[in-house]
């Protein structure tokens, strides 16, 4: 597939501006030049006079009283309307490119960030990892779900002028599309602690044919799903949630996307927060017809292990389009690197 949409040839290309390597990019400069440019305007139109007048109007004789001047309807009606007609202009543009920014299509190829003192973790649907690398095929829309192990930290791509908070206890989203192969920077963009100035890395945007090369390259580990499901044997979650809905948890079958009952009488929508946080919180909210008797995983499992085990109920929750997590994975025996531990210390932390 051929993607050659990039519309930056329309724009002077900036010194000291980052490339502009995404599809947000073009659009994301002109709202900047634009706010740029009404500020400069005004800022003149405003000081210019200011200056003239100062100097026309000084006093020129002592005691010499100024005309009195009570007022204008007209200037003060035109000076509130045009601005306010260029302001709500402003809030129109700039939301309309937020609300793009911050709703990912449906069927972008995902990749699971994240962040930790002081690195920047990735691994693509297959189950490829990598650190401070991201590889990521030219003309596919690329979808970050991204998370903290410890502190707030950002992820900040400036070529794709993009850039999230990944937060310990919730998962943020960032999404793109690249335009341009190349590599380009990668910075944490929030305060992390001393080693926050080192934790950057690259980006680097590949022909799609590239990019599935490079992937066979990688050693492959478990693929977040796979992982995800080992984890729910060893952690004994499939004791008590039983596919037929007869356990003592709910059945997590078709589970997510779906809308969940709860005591209270409240439906809430089964999405990755929900259910990290029902991992994680098992109290917080309870699915109407069971009692609270799941033991909470905090602590026992990382941020990284409970992403997986969400994945994994994702992969038995209704078909997501084409997501490439959703689809079997080819059986091979590769040699694992740093996968799920297979069986944490807790043998069986749902035993009565
Ligand atoms: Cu991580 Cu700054």
Known sequence: MKYDMNPSSFLIQIPFFPEQASNFAFEYDLFYLFLVAVTIFFTVLVAAPALYFLIKYRRRSHGQVPEQIEGNLKLEITWTVIPFLISMFIFAWGAKLYYQMYTPPKDALEIFITGKQWMWRAQHPDGQREINELHVPLGRQVKLTMTSEDVIHAYFIPAFRTKADVVPGRYTTSWFTPTKT???????????????????????????????????????????????????????????????????????????????????????????????ESILNPGAKTVAGYTNDMPTFQGLVTEEQVAMIVQYIKSIGPRQGAAPSAAPVPAAPVAQPISAPAAPQVANPAAR
């Open 182 to 276: 190349g590599t380009y920077h990668l910075f944490c963009a929030e305060y992390c602690g001393t080693q926050h100035s080192g934790m950057i890395g690259k980006v680097i945007v590949m022909e799609y044919a590239d990019y599935q090369n490079w992937l066979r390259g990688v050693p492959r580990d478990k693929t977040p799903a796979e992982a995800g499901e080992q984890l729910f044997t060893s952690l004994a979650c499939n004791n008590c949630h039983l596919e037929n809905g007869k356990g003592r948890g709910p059945s997590l079958q078709n589970l997510f996307g779906s809308e969940v009952k709860l005591t209270n009488g409240a439906p809430v929508k089964a999405d990755e927060t929900y259910l990290r």
